[in-house]
Nanobody, 120 residues
Framework: QVQLEESGGGLVQPGGSLRLSCAAS????????LGWFRQAPGKEREIVAA????????YVADSVKGRFTISRDNAKNTIYLQMNSLKPEDTAVYYC?????????????WGQGTQVTVSS
């Protein structure tokens, strides 16, 4: 498995932007898909976006499409989630996770996440 650490959350006004980072500790990430999830109070955790490290193919949930962008930095073994035009309903704890390429199952290991609060 890969060790992941999220950062970059905070308090932002509606319409504002934040960039989250997820640093991965691994010899190679080529065999994995890395993704961002979020969990709002009283709701189930949901996937927000994902990127395949080997070919850069991406997935973005419909709920954030056009506002959120996932990217990766190969040199830093880090993925980012650029969040623009934030809405109060984006308030949640954001987590990153990973799964083997070709698998539909994400590892059942979650870090502390990073809190994003969108409020005026």
């Amino acid at each position: 498995q890969v060790q992941l650490e999220e950062s970059g959350g905070g308090l932002v006004q509606p319409g504002g932007s934040l960039r989250l980072s997820c640093a991965a500790s691994a010899r190679t990430l080529s065999y994995y898909v890395l993704g961002w999830f979020r969990q709002a109070p009283g709701k189930e955790r949901e996937i927000v976006a994902a990127v395949s490290w080997s070919d850069g193919s991406k997935y973005v949930a419909d709920s954030v499409k056009g506002r959120f962008t996932i990217s990766r930095d190969n040199a830093k073994n880090t993925i980012y989630l650029q969040m623009n035009s934030l809405k109060p309903e984006d308030t949640a704890v954001y987590y990153c996770n990973h799964k083997p390429r070709g698998s539909s199952t994400w590892y059942d290991h979650w870090g502390q996440g990073t809190q994003v609060t969108v409020s005026s």
